[in-house]
């Protein structure tokens, strides 16, 4: 700040300007003249709502402290907590992480089978093991390092625009994000060592014995054993959902409890799904293989011979797909715990020290509110008074009342006391304040009801807010909003006290943004997942008919047309995908429903967040098999028809 903000001045964030400008809300909450604007190091984020507000220290009264230095040892806004910090990271490194370990087993076998046989053609040419090992670590840390390259060119764009464009629910400076040399050092050696490591261990076998690299290869042997571990994952699954759907919570159980056998079951089904992938490729690949449509039969015997290599193509996106639909369970409760319930409306709340009389008896006039109250007691020996008018009552009882025995100055016994026992009332600024309870009794149904969360629950009466000593006894104003009207209703409380900070119960509008900030985290690394699985099948796909251009091109010399040759490619790649993907999603639903039924907070399903799953794995599997078919070449080369 270029300069302090004197009584009656305000120094704000840019943001705050442009809104100050247009909405009476924050002209209520921030009166004052502005003399200035904070500069970029003083805020997070662009689009931050800050104000230094200069004030008589009679404004604020005996709540006033000196301001010793910026900042403080325990800040009152914590956005999220470092428990929180850590699982978010830990979430992103398995939403990334998995689907990179995918992206990595592909590119170990990237042309393996050409590349080794190039290798091996050095060495029995007389080049030295040494020399051939130098030949291909070059060409790898060529590879790594022009990798890293693009990175680093493509990162500032990416970060301007998420950093700026609110994708993440909330917006912070580029700079804040930004690459500085230590990381593009970090980047660069660790793609060109990431590089030379996979490139090493590809061709070891090759450098180190050539003679064994000969074209023919044995069909892959499936290990039916690997089904058991789905099998259980799934069994332990089905019988949650069984027990949550039609028993639900029986009272003795809570979310905690179910919660270390629904992740076990969960964990037990995704390394299930990944060991068992290549079975399943089996059994539809030999399956298809026995059809009447040529094209068919030859895409499910190219799938069913190499079938475990075939199940390792969906394995990123097989576990992503599990994961989004499991995750949906928890977002659901996730955003539950923040949305404002009709039934539980907002509540505005009032300390009384922070208002004058005259702000008082002008805030009890304010129109449009469903309710009107004054609180009071509640600590210690003190009774817990409400005092409030017959729409008051009505409102907070939920009841129709025919006599409303606050007209008459009388009131209603909530609470397990006797008439006319004394009430008393202790209060640190007025004193001692002494009732009688009211002959008539209440039941209460509706939002009088003890609630800790609430400063309208858990009074031992009722009495008229017009009683003598209500306001000496009372320590909070307590006003309902219509549900329409609840930013009208805080800018009229504002106009009439701008200090008096209000607190909003009923609604959590901090929690919301949390909420709403760790929603589009999680999808955001749903999205980065699901595109660098997706690209490790594409490329792993691409790879496999390079592999194949040989095959390929002799089966168009012997008289299959291109259109053929392409429906046996996207038949080899739907039995590799359609299944495993087929059961990731259905098991990613069962287990989004599961925890619902056995520990969420809603029991209705999703459907919105089921279609957009099952329309991203739709996409997901129409793409691969798509880019699958037309990689196969349309006319025959020449070249590739030579015998070695």
Known sequence: MAEWPGPGELVVSPR????????????????????????????????????????????????????????????????????????????????????ICALLMVATRLSATIRTRRFAALRLL???????????????????????????????????????????????????????????????????????????????????????????????????????????GVAGLWWQFWRGYFHGDDGNESSMTNAPVMIFFVFLTGIGMLLGAGVLTAVVGRWWRKSHRVTRRIGGARAAFNAISSGKLAAGVMVLVF?????????????????LNPDDPAVFSVSLEKLTNRQLSQALEVPDASAVALAAGGFGESSSLLFTDCRGLRFVSGMKLDKCDLRSGSGYRVSEIKAGEPMIIDNLSSGRTEFAAPKSTLTPRGSLVPRIDSPLGGYDAVLPISAPGARQAADQLVLVPDEQNIDEMMAKLLAIAPYSQPSVYGENPAQAEINSMLGAYIRFAFVLGGLVALMALVVALLDRAVQRRRVNARMLAQGMRPGQLRAVQAWEAAASMVPQVALA???????????????????????????????????AVATAVTIAAFSTPRRVEPQLLRAE
């Open 126 to 232: 007389g080049v030295s093991a040494r020399q051939t090992a130098r030949v291909n670590a070059v060409e790898q840390m060529v590879v790594g390092l022009s990798a890293g390259v693009v990175a680093l060119l493509l990162y500032p764009p990416v970060n301007y625009f998420v950093a700026g464009s609110g994708v993440l629910s909330v917006t912070w400076f580029p700079q804040a994000t930004s690459t500085g040399p230590l990381g593009a050092s970090t980047l660069l050696l660790g793609s060109v060592a990431l590089s030379w490591f996979l490139g090493a261990r590809v061709a070891a076998d090759a450098i180190r014995a050539p003679w064994t690299q000969r074209r023919w290869i044995p069909e892959e042997r499936v290990r039916w054993w690997q089904l058991l571990p789905l099998a259980v």
């Open 585 to 619: 999603w259905l098991l990613g639903i069962v287990g989004a429903m599961t925890w619902q039924y056995t520990g969420g907070l809603i029991r209705t399903p999703d459907w919105v967040a089921f279609g957009w799953l099952t329309l991203g794995t739709l996409v």
């Open 323 to 339: 994961a989004v639909g499991v995750g949906i369970g928890h977002s659901r409760d996730a955003r539950a715990t923040s949305e």
């Open 16 to 99: 705050f300007l442009e809104e100050l400008e247009r909405s009476d809300l924050l002209q209520a909450w921030a009166a004052g003249r502005v003399v200035g604007t904070i500069g970029e190091p003083g805020l997070r984020s662009p689009d931050e709502l800050v104000v230094y507000q200069g004030l008589q220290l009679e404004e604020l009264g005996e709540q006033a402290r000196a301001i010793a230095g910026y900042g403080g040892r325990f800040p009152m806004n914590i956005e999220l907590q470092e428990s929180q910090v850590q699982g978010l990271a830990g979430f992103f490194l398995a939403c990334l992480g998995l689907p």
